[in-house]
């Protein structure tokens, strides 16, 4: 239903964002949006959040929207302001974040003239997004936002760009009521139920069977976890995740393997590798995950469930394609398993479980910390100690990352339990994702534990969203392991480029306890392995922000390791794991 009330097309605006339920913006201002943030100062219905800069902007909206499964929006000006939200849209685009950025154009009439801080912003963001729109009519406007709310978290989730011509806020517009069903956008979300049965009697012939989850379980929503978690209960099946789907599977469930790819569990990739049925679902066979395409499980029977056709038979032929949704997919899948008379290869899967138990012997997360006082903070005790510390608190732990070694020790030492507890840049790999993402986590859970456990050279990035910290007094953590090193570049470097550090070493890294302090902040400081545990508790007790910068080794590498180019069964371990820290060619098995 259209009404043609005459209000400003900023105050329309406004009132669609309202009607879509959104609370919170992140944005900053700028001349082609100012009638949008006028209409704001004239309501108390929908928070603003002024960040630092407009890529901090999207990745709090990702962060936002991950905790919570809503939508995040953005408010950025056009030119500029478009153009430094790129990087924030291509990772949503590329982990499936549901983001609308609301982008300032310059007026209708100047468009193509070159005009002060015009850019081609739809056609800049065409890729880096899901969908995106320019709206050139009064007469549009409330129907696109509707639309690109829609579009952002139907289907495969995703970042929505609607680009705002300064006069289309300005001039009168009608307002339209979101429409009950879109006339053409319709993603198949329900499963065939023949496939369903055919998965079925797959699974159940199956004598070397894993479960292989990503971060589509988490985006259907906290049932879809839950059904995982009752369909590998029902099976009896290893299971692993991906790093977008950790916490849908618990870490603490002893059917769980761990995180598979690059730098996943030994008994991971092994399962992965020599498996002979995979249920791949909500997960998209990336090349972190694959390793080397041409190995990758070979000779196994793989189905695969996905809301998103294009991902289905992309990277790895699959012999059952389910496109659905995974929380519908899921639901089917145990219902029919509970319907269908057959039985489980027991004694095959014992001797499955076997062979996994031989794979978990070789201990592959294992470290040494030297406890004497005056030793080395070893970085993966830094953080299984916060992980360990954290679990008493009486309140939600939300953890974020930055990009590099610290964001994969976080992924292999800092177990979940629960889904939507963990954002980190998966598929882009940005640095400077976690401070802002855990702003936005912060502003979804004002009461919760919000950690970010970053590095020094990635916490740069985006360092000045500590003033956003500040003026809104969010009492997020910030967790360095400050190795002064790109950490991942320089073990790279190490391992595949001859020990050339050529440009990995900060050599001129800020005092960060400073730095807090300068944000109004507080600093803390761990040089030595007795510091540690009083720094973090010091940290978590502490309701302000804190920076805490823990000096750990600079040598330490991040294993296991699967080269680029290398497959699943021929990973580095580090020296700690039975076995040295030789490469691990594991060609074959016997099942014991």
Known sequence: ?????????????????????????????????????????????????????????????????????????????????????????????????????????????????????EADTTGITRPATKHNYLVKRSEDLARVVHEAFYVARTGRPGPVVIDLPKDILINPAPYTEAPKVHPSYRPRTEPDLAQIQKAVALLKSAKRPVIYAGGGVINSGPEASELLRELIALTGFP?????????????????????????????????????????????????????????????????????????INKNVPVDIPIVADAG?????????????????????????????DVWREQKCLAFEQDMTPGAIIKPQYAIQRLFELTRNLGKDVFITTEVGQHQMWAAQYFHFDRPNH?????????????????????????????????????????????????????????????????????????????????????????????????????GLRATTIEQLDAVILEMLNSDIAVVADIAVDQKANCFPMIPSGAAHNEMILGTEAEGSGAAVSDQGFALV
């Open 328 to 356: 519908k997919a899921l639901k089917a899948l145990v219902a029919a398993w509970k319907a269908d008379t057959a039985v489980v290869d027991a004694p095959a899967l014992t001797s499955w479980w076997r062979q996994i």
């Open 422 to 522: 963990w954002m980190t840049s998966g598929g882009l790999g940005t640095m400077g994702y976690g401070l802002p993402a855990a702003m936005g986590v912060q502003i979804a859970h004002p009461d919760a534990m919000v950690i970010d456990i970053a590095g020094e050279a990635s916490i740069l990035m985006n360092i000045q969203e500590m003033g956003t910290l500040a003026q809104y007094r969010l009492p997020v953590k910030v967790f360095i392991l400050n190795n002064e090193y790109m950490g991942m570049v320089r073990q790279w470097q190490e391992l595949l480029h001859g020990g050339r550090y050529s440009e990995s070493y900060s050599a001129s890294l800020p005092d960060f306890v400073k730095l807090a302090d300068s944000f109004h902040a507080k």
């Open 1 to 117: 239903m259209t009404t043609a009330d005459n209000q400003p097309g900023a105050e329309v605006l406004l009132r669609a964002l309202k009607d879509e339920g959104v609370e919170v913006i992140f944005g900053y201002p700028g001349g082609a949006v100012l009638p949008i943030y006028d209409a704001i100062f004239n309501q108390n219905a929908i928070k603003h959040v002024l960040v630092r800069q407009e890529g901090g902007a999207v990745h709090a909206a990702e962060g936002y929207a991950r905790s919570t499964g809503k939508v995040g929006v953005v408010l950025v000006t056009s030119g500029p302001g478009a153009t430094n939200a790129v990087t924030g849209l291509a990772d949503a685009l590329m982990d499936s974040i549901p983001v609308v950025c609301l982008t300032g154009q310059v007026p209708t009439h100047l468009i193509g003239n070159d005009a002060f801080q």
């Open 239 to 311: 299971t692993t995740n991906t790093l977008m789907g950790l916490g849908s599977c618990p870490a603490s469930d002893p059917r769980f393997l761990g995180m598979l790819g690059m730098h996943g569990t030994y008994e991971a990739n092994l399962a992965m590798h020599g498996c002979d049925v995979m249920l791949a679902v909500g997960a998209r066979f990336d090349d972190r995950v694959t390793g080397r395409l041409n190995a990758f499980s070979q000779g196994s029977k793989k189905i695969h469930i996905d809301i998103d056709t294009s991902s």
